[in-house]
């Protein structure tokens, strides 16, 4: 524990703690990432020291590249709440090029990618903002005079991992949707050589991007995948396990219309398209503006974002999915009240055990803070 203790010393040596970031707050961080990866509290002072470390030592470069986007996840990562985006990228990794941040520009701002490159090759954690258009020669997307194919050609050997952050990375996601007409794809429809993490949401929540930085942080290695590339810590279950409305749905209970008695009183919104059924995200759990709210929460369905092809599958939004056979939900939907107590506490039970885990994570944080500030008393003698 005191090892730990000492790293925090450490950060606050460096002049990484500072009034808008205390020692406390950062272990709160810290506790945060290890309830979001799905570890004990007993991990926050290993993943201190391995911020610390890759503070004191070479931090993990980033190349930050946008394409068909609309700066969505860019905006999403600027208002991360704890550590902000301003602490994540001055002092736990190296944010070497971002055409939205970076203060160069124009040939300044690729020389200082080439330059990125060259000093950190295999080792440079390529992040990918928007699709890729691949329709005569991908001339729709171009930066600095080459398009986005050529780009990622140019950086896939230098890179240890790409990450697609966004649907529209990850899947191809609006342009995508017919007929696209740019002929857009994901990132891993064009990196063959080098590993592929999807990050799909739209936007993608900022606290998953730093929750997949502080795993490699700290075990070394990219976190496990599903089938769809996406991490297992964030993407394992359905928006409807987790979802504070699903005791309304086991119960029957449904918003017919956005202004009807059932939607003021937080009835379930699948009759009016809710697609957490089918989608598989930590929306419900992780929550965004400082885990303040949600969509479903703020009482609009969720329209299936962080899926493969949403736009052709989902839409129309605002209607009921098509029968889903695995998962009976069409039937379940219209039996009313149909469902034992015990199931229709699933979804606020699940909800309210990550919360639990948090604040037991924010508890611990506030021990070792405590103990920190301490004195620490000689032995006699």
């Not at 929750?211 to 769809?228: E, I, K, S, T």
Request: hydrophobic share 40%; aromatic share 10%; proline share 6%.
């Amino acid at each position: 524990m005191w090892g730990g203790i000492q790293t925090f010393h450490a950060w606050e040596r460096s002049g990484l703690l500072d009034e808008a970031w205390s020692r406390r707050e950062f272990l709160k961080f810290c506790g945060r990432m290890a309830v979001l990866l799905g570890l004990s509290d007993a991990f926050i002072p290993t993943i201190a020291r391995a911020l610390e470390t890759a503070v004191q030592n070479r931090r993990p470069s980033i190349i930050w590249l946008e394409f068909q986007d609309c700066a969505g996840n860019t905006e999403s990562f600027t208002r991360a709440n704890s550590p902000s985006v301003a602490q994540a990228v001055l002092e736990a990794v190296s944010l070497d090029y971002h055409e939205t941040l970076m203060a160069a520009a124009g040939h300044r701002a690729e020389e200082a990618r080439r330059k990125a490159l060259e000093a950190n090759k295999g080792q440079v954690i390529v992040v990918v903002e928007g699709s890729i258009p691949t329709k005569d020669d991908g001339i729709y997307c171009t930066v600095g005079g080459k398009t986005a194919l050529q780009i990622i050609r140019e950086v896939e050997p230098y890179a240890l991992a790409f990450v697609a952050v966004g649907t529209c990375a990850a899947f191809g996601g609006l342009p995508k949707a017919n007929p696209n007409p740019t002929g857009a794809v994901g990132v891993e429809d064009v990196v063959r050589t080098k590993p592929v993490i999807n990050l799909p949401g739209c936007p993608a929540n900022p606290d998953v991007l730093m929750g997949l930085l502080v795993h490699y942080l700290v075990f070394n290695r990219l976190p496990d995948l599903d089938a769809q590339r996406r991490p297992l810590f964030a993407y394992g279950k359905r928006i409807h396990d987790t979802c504070e409305r699903r005791p309304h749905f086991d119960a029957g209970q449904f918003a017919l219309a956005f202004d009807d008695y059932g939607a003021r009183q937080g009835y379930c919104l699948y009759k009016l398209g809710c697609k957490g059924p089918e989608t598989y995200n930590i929306c419900a759990s992780l929550r965004w503006n400082m885990q303040a709210s949600w969509p479903v929460k703020a009482g609009h369905p969720c329209i299936g974002c962080s899926e493969r092809d949403f736009w052709d599958r989902f839409t129309p939004f605002y209607e009921r999915l098509p029968e889903v056979r695995a998962f009976g939900v069409e039937q379940r939907a219209d039996r009313l009240g149909g469902t034992l107590v015990g199931v229709t506490a699933v979804g606020v039970l699940a909800h309210a055990l990550y919360t639990w885990a948090v604040r037991r994570a924010e508890r611990k944080a506030e021990e070792l803070a405590k103990k920190e500030e301490t004195p620490r008393k000689l032995p006699e003698g």
